[in-house]
């Protein structure tokens, strides 16, 4: 067995070099404030958790905008988005401005969905929200989906793999 780098005590560095090392998907979890007003972050940890009922999870960090009115408004949308998403993704990872990218209400729940910047889009009613570190991992319901196009998802890979 090879080890080029141990370490008995795991520092934040550390941790996220690890963890930066895995291949995922990349998403925005949108949703509305209590005054009507859009919300979204970037995320990268999206994970399938069951099929009957079909629920799906989501972290969001614990200090987010979107966090806060998707546990008042109980609903939210996740926007897996497509290949040529990359703009989307750094917009939102700061928490960024509707107003910068094409955006539509959704069918279901008036909810934003990323129209140009998704591939897939799934509404979801919040199942369940358990605290996890400087993270919240938020279970949700998918009520519908709809798939957009057929295009390759957008994945956030390590420079040495994708070299």
């Not at 005590?9 to 995922?24: C, Q, T, W």
């Not at 959704?106 to 570190?133: F, M, N, Y």
């Amino acid at each position: 067995m090879d080890h080029q780098d141990t370490a008995d005590e795991v520092s934040d560095r550390g941790f996220r070099s690890v963890m930066a090392g895995l291949p995922s998907s990349v998403v925005v979890v949108t949703t509305v404030d209590p005054e009507g007003g859009p919300q979204g972050v970037t995320c990268s940890t999206l994970c399938a958790v069951s099929q009957d009922p079909p629920l799906l999870l989501v972290c969001i960090p614990n200090d987010s905008r979107t966090l806060a009115a998707l546990q008042d408004r109980g609903l939210f949308v996740v926007n897996m988005l497509h290949k040529h998403g990359d703009d989307a993704a750094r917009v939102f990872a700061a928490e960024g401005h509707f107003r910068s990218v094409l955006w539509a209400p959704s069918r279901r729940d008036k909810l934003p969905l990323l129209i140009d910047d998704a591939h897939c889009v799934a509404e979801c009613r919040v199942w369940s929200v358990v605290a996890a570190g400087d993270h919240t991992v938020v279970i949700g319901e998918v009520r519908s989906y709809e798939k957009l196009r057929s295009v390759a998802p957008l994945l956030s890979v390590p420079p040495e793999v994708s070299a």
